[in-house]
């Protein structure tokens, strides 16, 4: 059984930052890839910044050189340094973990509930 708890969102004014951090607990054997992703109201859920266990970032236009993905692998945890935020990063974001435990099992799509970022102007 793997988990994950977010934490770091909150309310802002734009041109601020936050930090995100997802940690996964259980027989964590390896994490690939990490993926943040962010759902605004009315919108679709979209692929904010994605970090592979060989360290390949990617990351959606709107966001680029202003936020950065990384990961700690002795805590397994994933981080989003978010940098002059702006008001129409306001959303509910949430990690995305592939998950090989102990064992030999990869859990393949694993979310965690989101965490609220609202940018005020």
């Known amino acids: 059984q793997v988990q994950l708890v977010e934490s770091g969102g909150g309310l802002v004014q734009a041109g601020g930052s936050l930090r995100l951090s997802c940690a996964a607990s259980g027989s964590i054997f390896n994490i690939d890839p990490m993926d943040w992703y962010r759902q605004a109201p009315g919108k679709q859920r979209e692929l904010v910044a994605a970090?592979?266990?060989?360290?390949?970032?990617h990351y959606v236009d709107s966001v680029k050189g202003r936020f950065t993905i990384s990961r700690d692998n002795a805590k397994n945890t994933v981080y989003l340094q978010m940098n002059s935020l702006k008001p129409e990063d306001t959303a509910v974001y949430y990690c995305?973990?592939?998950?090989?435990?102990?064992?030999?099992?990869?859990?393949?799509?694993?979310w965690g509930r989101g965490t609220q970022v609202t940018v005020s102007s």
């Open positions: 970090l592979t266990a060989g360290g390949s970032t």
């Open positions: 995305h973990l592939g998950v090989l435990v102990s064992g030999g099992y990869y859990y393949d799509d694993l």
